[in-house]
């Protein structure tokens, strides 16, 4: 695929452009992003080296400037951590799964849910409600699927969030509250060298306050399929498997996760079952 894109971004090079930081296309930009947010930050910069016209100036200055936008994002710090040798795809202390924990960024992430080959998307959007703390991220799943026998045309289908067998209606979305201190609940997608995928929902307790230390529930969910082509179920769904309490106490969710749900962590490996 990053032989693909270089080809791509040849092809959209434009010799006329004036500004030396529009070198490359927009869709490298993109690219390079979608590579560094799901954890494939040195082959972001290979591709950015190799993609990069040799008779071309400003190389340098895109490279800059790309950088100063990345250390912007407020998740700065933690796509350092995901891009980092400790947080990369490794093998857990008992061998019996390679794990990959995937976070995503504001709009559409590519991301192959179903383990078929192909590229699908995780939506993430802001709700802003205007009373603190009821702002919210929210996402939604979806899955391409090709025409084939089984359907006439290209489709894509929303994954639904099922807690139990009797919850034929499911959510088609999950909604990830903020408050201005620290983050109430929010979400992790797992990948297994085996092909299984897991969304883990962390939510803390407010027992208290919104600012202070409070005990954080992983609720575990693994995709599955309508392979029985059920009436009551979509194609894709995520259903409810585990609800695991976290060791720590925790203001921000995303710290219970970044300390608790590490691919070498075994009480993560046994948790996905």
């Known amino acids: ?31 390079m992003l979608d590579l560094i947010y799901s954890g494939n930050e040195k082959t972001a910069w290979e591709f ?20 100063q936008v990345l250390e912007a994002s407020p998740n700065y710090e933690e796509i350092k951590k995901f891009n980092s040798g400790d947080n990369q795809t490794g093998k857990s202390n008992n061998i019996k799964e390679e794990l990959q924990i995937i976070s995503f960024k504001n709009g559409p992430n590519k991301i192959d849910l179903n383990s078929d080959g192909i590229q699908d998307i995780v939506f993430k959007s802001f709700h802003n409600n205007a009373i603190l703390p009821r702002d919210s991220d929210v996402y939604s799943f979806y899955i391409f699927k090709p025409k084939s026998e089984y359907n006439n045309y290209d ?19 999950i909604e990830a509250m903020l408050d201005i201190d620290c983050r109430i609940s929010d979400i992790r997608i797992v990948k297994t060298s085996d092909k299984k995928t897991y969304l883990i929902l962390a939510e803390r307790d407010r027992k208290l306050f919104y600012y202070s230390d409070e005990p954080v529930n992983f609720k575990i969910y693994k995709l599955k399929e309508n392979t029985e082509s059920n009436p009551n179920y979509p194609d894709y769904y995520f259903e409810k498997i585990n609800t695991v309490k976290a060791k720590g106490e925790y203001c921000d969710v995303n710290a219970a996760m970044n300390a608790e749900l590490d691919p070498g962590n075994k009480d993560l490996t046994d948790v996905l079952n």
């Open 48 to 67: 950015f080296n190799q993609a990069w016209p040799k008779d071309v100036p400003g190389k340098e200055k895109f490279k800059a400037e790309f950088q």
């Open 155 to 173: 489709l894509w289908t929303i994954t639904q969030i099922v807690d139990n067998s009797d919850d034929l209606g499911g959510k088609n979305d």
């Open 1 to 31: 695929e990053v032989n693909k894109k270089i080809e791509e971004a040849n092809q959209d090079y434009s010799k006329d452009r004036n500004s030396e930081s529009e070198g490359l296309s927009s869709l490298v930009w993109e690219y």
